[in-house]
Nanobody, 120 residues
Framework: QVQLVESGGGLVQAGGSLRLSCVAS????????MGWYRQAPGNQRELVAT???????NYADSVKGRFTISRDSAKNTVYLQMNSLKPEDTAVYYC??????????????WGQGTQVTVSS
């Protein structure tokens, strides 16, 4: 099995910054796409950003120009740099990764989530 662990969440004032990290571990052969999703109370889980194994990125319109996703493939780690945070960014942020395990079986895993709270 593949496990994902997030870190870096917390409380920040509007206009501030946070950097989230997520590391994948386990019987991993290769990680393909990694991404960040978020869910606020009463809302559906939504895509924030993804990054492919080749470095291609996609962002939700609501975070373009403020958030940057990056990865260190050698460490199976993905990051989300969040700048100019707004109260509406408050949510639980989840890390996601897909790929193949050591037996070349596909996997798709989620982290447990980390709370990001932006005060006004």
């Amino acid at each position: 099995q593949v496990q994902l662990v997030e870190s870096g969440g917390g409380l920040v004032q509007a206009g501030g910054s946070l950097r989230l990290s997520c590391v994948a571990s386990g019987r991993i052969r290769v990680v393909n796409t990694m991404g960040w999703y978020r869910q606020a109370p009463g809302n559906q889980r939504e895509l924030v950003a993804t990054i492919s194994s080749g470095g291609g990125t996609n962002y939700a319109d609501s975070v373009k120009g403020r958030f940057t996703i990056s990865r260190d493939s050698a460490k199976n780690t993905v990051y989300l740099q969040m700048n100019s945070l707004k109260p509406e960014d408050t949510a639980v942020y989840y890390c996601n990764a897909d790929g193949h395990d050591s037996r070349w079986l596909p996997f798709a895993s989620w982290g447990q989530g980390t709370q990001v709270t932006v005060s006004s």
